[in-house]
């Protein structure tokens, strides 16, 4: 089966400045997650959807940062304005039930 | 909330000996404990995972083993090779939260010396 596919591979961004990361998860996944994974530490959840709702957004800077899932299908995270502290590789997972999350490969996000 | 430390950060094998990595969780009532594995710049990719419901599970040079007493669980790879170079992360569900949420631990970089 297709994996997860995720874009772009890489940005680079001013400060204050804003990027839009996109997702499609495996075909028949409900559940889509985002997650930011700061060099050195392990994936943080950002935003969960199951379908086109939103599950849990309680660790989303919600000032700056938004994702949407219109469709319950394709999501977009995006981050205006942007900080330093925003770079890290952002990270697109989905799963189906209460099966494993599979991640995609991630977008690369450098803050200048 | 659920909290997951792990241990070492780093650790370093001779090729063939065994690689030990060890996790404590802070929810009592955390039910799934999964292993994903991370090459440099790929993504992470679960190697094996363990419900609260078995004491042990293993994957040919993979095991993992869950003390729910303690609130710890443990990775061990076994004839470790070149190829189990990569960072590696513990994962538990916390308690009052959908079934498919998950916590990273912080990571333990293996390598593997030829």
């Known amino acids: 089966e297709a994996g997860v596919a995720q874009s772009p591979r890489y940005k680079i961004i001013e400060k204050r400045q804003s990027v839009a990361f996109w997702c499609n998860p495996i075909?028949?996944?409900?559940?889509l997650y985002w997650y930011q994974q700061i060099l050195g530490q392990g994936p943080k959840l950002l935003i969960q959807?199951?379908?086109?709702?939103?599950?849990?957004d309680s660790q989303l800077p919600k000032d700056r940062f938004s994702a949407e899932r219109l469709k319950g299908v394709d999501s977009t995270l995006k981050i205006q304005p942007a900080k330093l502290e925003d770079s890290a590789v952002y990270l697109c997972?989905?799963?189906?039930?209460?099966?494993?999350?599979?991640f995609g490969d991630g977008t690369r996000l450098s803050i200048l | 909330g659920e909290n997951v430390e792990q241990h070492p950060s780093t650790l370093s094998v001779q090729e063939g000996d065994s690689a030990v990595i060890k996790c404590t969780y802070s929810?009592?009532?955390?039910?799934?404990f999964p292993w994903y594995k991370q090459e440099l710049g790929k993504r992470p990719q679960l190697i094996i995972d363990?419900?609260?419901?078995?004491g042990e599970k293993k994957d040919q040079r993979i095991a993992v083993t869950l003390n729910k007493t303690a609130k710890h669980f443990s990775l061990h790879i076994t004839e470790t090779q070149p190829e189990d170079s990569a960072v590696y992360f513990c994962?538990?569900?916390?308690?009052?939260?959908?079934?498919?949420?998950?916590?990273f631990g912080s990571g333990t970089r293996l390598s593997i010396r030829p």
């Open positions: 994962a538990a569900t916390p308690r009052y939260s959908s079934a498919s949420k998950i916590i």
């Open positions: 997972a989905s799963s189906w039930g209460n099966q494993p999350q599979h």
């Open positions: 959807f199951q379908n086109n709702g939103v599950v849990d």
């Open positions: 363990i419900r609260s419901n078995v």
């Open positions: 929810d009592s009532a955390s039910n799934y």
């Open positions: 075909s028949g996944h409900a559940t």
